[in-house]
């Protein structure tokens, strides 16, 4: 997730050139995406065999569980202890 301070130091990192108007902050040459735009990255995306996954196999996608990982105990038992440092 972005940021706004850091996605507006982006686009002016950019090139693109940002100012202030009296509603906030606005860049030159671009603006939000509209119905029409959307429409059109959703057929290039389709000719382009790029597609997103469903939600049910997000859903339903193989993940690690918790109980998959070795716990912290585990891990102490099994890490050399250190040597007494001499007095």
């Known amino acids: 997730m972005w940021t706004r301070r850091a ?21 030159d040459g671009i603006r939000p995406a509209n119905d029409a ?8 995306d389709k000719a ?3 597609a997103l996954p469903s939600p ?4 339903t996608a193989v993940t690690a ?3 998959d ?5 585990d891990w102490l038992a ?7 440092i001499p007095v």
């Open 37 to 44: 735009d959307r429409a059109k990255a959703a057929e290039e």
């Open 7 to 27: 996605f507006y130091g982006a686009l002016t990192e950019r090139g693109l050139v940002q100012r202030k108007t009296n509603k906030g902050q606005a860049f």
């Open 56 to 59: 049910e196999t997000a859903v």
């Open 48 to 50: 382009n065999s790029v």
């Open 69 to 73: 990982v070795p716990s912290l105990d």
């Open 78 to 84: 099994e890490a050399p202890t250190p040597d007494p």
């Open 65 to 67: 569980s918790v109980r």
